[in-house]
């Protein structure tokens, strides 16, 4: 895991703080940006331990799916398809990464990792980030088309 402020160099190029904490599968690190935590609280509502955990949770399945070799599937078939059909394919693919999220989840709270409150608050975050809310946020409406993470309904 690397933390940075501001902005980084990685193997799947630049990152910075608009981007939200990612996933590299080239470098197989992850990344988050010092800033995000408040991002999450102020912009996003997604405040808590639990609903930060979640947004770490979910880029760590995106390295179980490299690791077995998800992503790179996903990635040749996104080359053999038009754009609508390979955003479908990186939806699929962030659900999977949500549905690692659940699996960690549930053991943490079978394990009494989590306290009254946790659970909601961690899917607050899933659905904080769903491309729905987040393109209603920034412009008003939103271009079913163009999600490639999934709707708010879906990642919750």
């Not at 935590?37 to 799916?65: I, S």
Request: net charge negative.
């Amino acid at each position: 895991m690397v933390l940075y402020s501001g902005a980084t160099s990685t193997a799947c190029g630049a990152g910075n703080a608009s981007a939200g904490p990612f996933y590299c599968p080239v470098d197989q690190k992850l990344y988050i940006d010092l800033s995000f935590y408040n991002t999450m609280k102020n912009e996003l509502r997604a405040a808590g331990d639990a609903a930060f955990a979640y947004v770490l949770a979910h880029e760590v399945g995106h390295h179980v799916q490299t690791v077995l070799g998800t992503i790179q599937k996903v990635n040749q078939a996104q080359r053999q398809v038009n754009q609508k059909q390979a955003n479908a394919l990186s939806v699929k693919l962030e659900l999977q990464a949500d549905c690692y999220v659940g699996v960690w989840g549930y053991h943490a709270q079978k394990d009494g990792l989590f306290k009254q409150g946790d659970v909601e608050e961690a899917f607050a975050a899933a659905e904080a980030v769903g491309d729905d809310t987040l393109q209603h946020r920034a412009q008003g409406y939103a271009v079913p088309h163009t999600y490639t993470h999934g709707t708010s309904a879906q990642r919750k």
